[in-house]
């Protein structure tokens, strides 16, 4: 098996540990020790991709987005329309309303120990890439002309932010039925986005980069 192969499987073998132990004892109670022996892993394999317990949960709260990003890659590139790509990021919605889902477990958990400056740092990092990748998703759009050109990609990829962290607070905050879930979300995302038919637009390829 090649080296980043390997590392790939290792990585993940760590991500699926550590959700699996999310899931039965919480973020609070999960060690790294817990991980070590549910992978039967040395520490010096952990070591060698997380320092810490924060930076493993950095890596499960990173996990989905980047997921996201690779679906909606792949979307660009075998579509010309402006609805492939766009379901790649609309099938990711269910997940912010759900208050069992690892990363919406894992961000609580860390918003709750902000004042340690390394969970601060992670969280500063994940909300910047979060919003650079929805930054490169609505310019790839709009290079493609299937996005409106006069979108302000930078502004609306932080209220898109902005407003799936509401949400993903919100499933762990109340239960009940609500009038803006994540369905409707993504219709609105797509109201914005999607091109007016007296446009003229929409004929192009999206671009990744």
């Known amino acids: 098996m090649k080296r ?4 790939e499987q290792t990585k993940k073998q760590i991500l699926e540990a550590t959700k699996e132990i999310i899931r039965e004892k ?25 320092k810490s317990k924060d930076e493993l949960l950095s890596l499960v709260l990173r996990e989905k987005l ?32 759900d208050a069992g889902n690892e990363g919406n477990r894992v961000l609580m958990y860390l918003l709750g120990n902000s004042d340690k400056p390394e969970v601060k740092e992670v969280l500063q990092q994940f909300y910047e890439q979060t919003v650079r990748l929805s930054r490169q998703w609505i310019d790839a759009g709009q290079r493609a002309g299937v996005i409106p050109a006069d979108v302000d990609a930078s502004k609306f990829a932080e209220l898109f932010v902005l407003i799936s962290l509401g949400i993903r607070m919100r499933s762990v905050m109340a239960s009940g039925t609500f009038a803006f879930g994540g369905g409707d979300f993504a219709e609105w995302i797509a109201d914005i986005l999607r091109p007016k038919p007296e446009s003229g637009i929409g004929s192009g390829k999206w671009e990744s980069r």
Not at 26 to 50: E, M, N
């Open 26 to 50: 919480g973020c609070a109670r999960t060690t790294l020790q817990d991980i070590l022996d549910r992978t039967g892993l040395s520490k010096g394999a952990i070591f060698h991709y997380v």
């Open 4 to 7: 980043e192969q390997k590392r």
């Open 66 to 97: 980047e997921e996201t990003d690779r679906q909606f890659q792949a979307a660009a590139e075998r579509e010309v329309s402006f609805e492939g790509p766009m379901r790649a990021i609309a099938d990711s919605m269910p997940q912010l309303e």
